[in-house]
């Protein structure tokens, strides 16, 4: 096997014998077969659209959901991956009927088999390493990952009735395009960066959806202990999930909590009417190991990050959509797209109440609206001095140690900053008393990973309240811890929006060559991290 889609990837180079993550060689081979053959599926819809033709929304959704199950943490089930090989195929070996030219199609567009063996030997040679060169191995998989992390986006906004054809159109392009040799490293350096436009869009579209179905996100306090009834805890970022499950649980006596990236999910004004919702468990994906043992109650994950399970609770983890474990149930939906929960209901009930952790509040609910109606005293606060900079911490968090640097950073930070933060990364620092600034919290939390969208259009607005030209010209700092693949289009949608000197940690992604490296060096002053001193100094110059 070779993965290095994820920071923390062995060695920082690559995993070669199994994943730190979890993912084993098998499952490696069979995700990588998923994606040629997905790429293959792109290149016939591509073509077909090329033709003039229309391509059905239904393969549109196989296509994204099949990048969403390859995400970092995602789905470690080789069966679901062996399936969706097969009904992939199955899709595209219908479309190709319709190509009138077969001779411009890729090999991946016209290889095909039902045969395991036969597809474990392909697998074998269509990874990661498959492309010889590695600058332009480098900015194909960076396309990749920024794809499979916008197609995650868009997978929530599908779930909540929203599409968009362009987008749809864009990635099966894109990904066909990493098949095609003759495209230069420049055309390679200029779809990467058409990728970050369209995580704008996916992003938008994201956006759009969870307002315009759950309402604007609005400052909350969230109660970070326990009660005395069993729960139910949710993860992952689906919140159609956990709109039904919260529906489903009305008067049973089970309460559900929140567990890392679906915090968020208590600053919607839609799940506040539900009284059972009780608050957040624990922190974000990686310490799965312990807070889903003392939870007690039926865990449902709804998307990445899974950290493979102890045998003590697999059998009270369930999965949905594109999560799946091996051993683990997982919940369909229906044909008139419900989901079921009663079976975790069931258990819930029969289990101890959560063993308390923490307890306190914690706040949150900065997305752009809340945080536009704050603009008069946000932009009084800047003009007056009161608040000196804004630092952007977004992304992800992980496991390795070296990640207590941004616990450090944020507790160093003189008084008069404000950190804006969107995604997991927000437990290295949330819990933390920074106090506020004249009633401003200095942690403003804008939601899940997705709404780094909202901070973008924050930067945006005060750009136009202080009548600047640039972007860049605010006193906004990027300090942007990453990991997984949906941090990578987010990064890349804030290269679209021009936003130029981000800082990247703990450390930049193994799959940039020292070439591909040196282009977002060079074009956009994209940095690693240094020491919390010296790179406080650095961005309060
Ligand atoms: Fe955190 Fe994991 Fe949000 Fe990432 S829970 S690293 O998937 O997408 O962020
Ligand atoms: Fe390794 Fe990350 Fe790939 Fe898992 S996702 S195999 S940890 S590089």
Known sequence: MFCYQCQETAGCTGCTKAGVCGKSPELARVQDLLIYVTKGLSAV????????????????????????????NANFDDEIFYARVAETLKIKN????????????????????DDRAEMDRKAAVVGVLATENEDVRSLRELIIYGLKGLAAYVKHANELGRDNAEINAFVQKALA????????????????????????????????????????????KVNIGTGKNPGILISGHDLKDLEQLLEQTQGTGVDVYTHSEMLPAHYYPAFKKFSNFFGNYGNAWWKQKEEFESFNGPIL????????????????????????????????????????????????????????????????????????????????????????????MAGC???????????????????????????????????????????????????????SYSLALIALKLKEVFGLDDINELPIAYNIAWYEQKAVIVLL????????????????????????????????????????EDDIRLFLN
């Open 45 to 72: 819809t591509t073509a077909l659209r090329d033709q003039g033709e229309t391509v059905s929304p239904e393969t549109d959704h196989y296509i994204t959901t099949n990048l969403f199950t390859t995400i970092t």
């Open 94 to 113: 219908d479309l190709v009927a319709g190509i009138k030219d077969t001779s411009k199609l890729s090999a991946a567009a016209l290889w095909s088999s």
């Open 177 to 220: 395009a990493t098949l095609d040799d003759s495209l230069s490293a420049d055309e390679l350096v200029a779809l990467t960066l058409e990728t970050g436009k369209f995580g704008v869009s996916g992003m938008a579209l994201l956006d759009e959806a969870n307002t315009g179905t759950y309402g604007n996100p609005e400052i909350t």
């Open 301 to 392: 994950m709804t998307t990445n990050c899974i950290v493979p399970p102890k045998d003590s609770y697999k059998g009270r983890m369930f999965t949905t959509g594109a999560a799946g474990f091996a051993g683990c149930a997982h919940i369909e939906k229906d044909a008139e797209g419900k989901k079921d929960f009663s079976a975790i209901i069931d258990m819930a009930k029969k289990c101890e109440p959560p063993v308390q952790i923490e307890e306190g509040e914690i706040i949150g609910g900065f997305a752009h609206n809340q945080v536009f109606e704050l603009a008069g005293p946000v932009v009084e606060a800047v003009k007056s001095g009161a608040i000196k900079k804004f630092f952007v």
């Open 397 to 451: 968090d992980g496991r390795q140690k070296s990640r207590n640097y941004y616990t450090d950073f944020a507790a160093a930070l003189p008084k008069d900053t404000v950190i804006l933060t969107a995604g997991c990364a927000k437990y290295k620092y949330n819990k933390l008393d920074l106090g506020d600034i004249g009633g401003i919290p200095r942690v403003l939390d804008a939601g899940q990973c997705n709404d």
């Open 493 to 532: 949608a804030l290269l679209h929006l021009g936003v130029k000197n981000i800082h990247l940690g703990p450390t930049l992604p193994a799959f940039l060559s020292p070439n591909v490296a040196k282009v977002l060096v060079d074009t956009f002053g994209i940095a690693g991290i240094g020491t919390v």
